[in-house]
């Protein structure tokens, strides 16, 4: 059984930058591709970005295209959301995700390992 533990939230000015983590334990995620997304309040939750297995391939939520990066280190069995210059819009808890496959995908369904979540607030 894989566990997901998302860490690097916190309240942060609009124009600032926070680095989410997720790191994994029980079993080693290089085989699998793996995602963040988030839920703002009375929202439904939405893909954010995927990368995959090998790192080569990431994709992203257009509104953080240029903003976010997603990268992983397998070694270290983590994976990594650089957040850059970060808007109100952005508040949301931020969830990582382990897929069953290994190449990259944007559907939740495929995702069958979540984490708890790890809350991004950005103020005005």
């Known amino acids: 059984q894989v566990l997901l533990v998302e860490s690097g939230g916190g309240l942060v000015q609009a124009g600032g930058s926070l680095r989410l983590s997720c790191a994994a334990s029980?079993?080693?995620?290089?085989?699998?591709?793996m995602g963040w997304f988030r839920q703002a309040p009375g929202k439904e939750r939405e893909f954010v970005a995927a990368?995959?297995?090998?790192?080569?391939?990431?994709v992203y939520l257009d509104s953080v295209k240029g903003r976010f990066t997603i990268s992983r280190d397998n070694p270290k069995n983590t994976v990594y959301l650089q957040m850059n210059t970060l808007k109100p819009e952005d508040t949301a808890v931020y969830y990582c995700a382990a897929a069953r496959l290994k190449g990259i995908t944007t559907i939740q369904r495929r995702y069958d390992v979540w984490g708890q979540g790890t809350q991004v607030t950005v103020s005005s």
């Open positions: 990368i995959s297995w090998s790192g080569d391939n990431t």
């Open positions: 029980g079993r080693t995620l290089s085989s699998s591709a």
